[in-house]
């Protein structure tokens, strides 16, 4: 197994030890297409990742859509697997629904259309937002390009740029996406371990 295939599931594991997983089929539709198995005693299902393959040629609608490419251990993220919007502790990585495109990630990405906009404009690619109800973006930083088409991962007030149309970083959460998953990973591990 490629180590970057290796990486994307140890890094998809993790999910269920950071997000309860729980399916609100109201408000979270992604949610509800990767429900698994029969509601337990209080009426709630959980959701799991899907393992897929997705043509590399799909990322070409998104690109032509964007300031730059994804970062090679995100294209295979979301080429391999689909997921709801799940919560790791410091972030919430973006939904990527089930379907036969990637339209549902790029919805996801530009949900907000005044905030991604911005961000777009002003060299930021979103994927995910703060934790729990922490709205700010959490982008790719287009700035601060990298060896291997990597990006700094930055958080950004969602303020700001609602109100004053100003961007203004809050936190670098790693210096790349690899260095982000990487840091998931352990500390997933280290959780585990105290539980």
Request: charged share 30%.
């Amino acid at each position: 197994m490629h180590r970057d295939e290796q990486l994307v599931e140890q890094f998809v594991a993790t999910f269920a030890a950071w997000d309860d997983c729980e399916v609100d089929e109201e408000w979270d539709p992604a949610a509800a297409m990767l429900a698994v198995g029969e509601p337990d005693q209080y009426g709630n299902r959980r959701w799991l990742p899907r393992k897929v393959q997705t043509d590399p040629g799909r990322l070409q609608e998104i690109y032509a859509r964007l300031p730059a490419r994804f970062p090679p251990l995100y294209e295979r993220l979301v080429l391999s697997y689909r997921w709801a919007e799940v919560d790791l502790d410091r972030f919430r990585l973006f939904a990527n629904p089930p379907g036969e495109n990637l339209q549902g990630l790029f919805n996801e990405m530009t949900n907000d259309a005044f905030l991604s906009q911005h961000l777009l404009k002003a060299g930021y690619i979103p994927f995910g937002k703060g934790p729990d109800y922490d709205y700010d973006p959490v982008c790719f930083d287009l700035s601060a390009r990298k060896q291997n088409a990597e990006y700094r991962i930055v958080k950004l007030d969602h303020e700001e740029i609602l109100c004053f149309s100003r961007t203004k970083i809050v936190a670098e959460l790693a210096p790349t996406f690899r260095a982000l998953v990487e840091e998931t990973i352990e500390r997933a591990r280290r959780k585990g371990k105290s539980d």
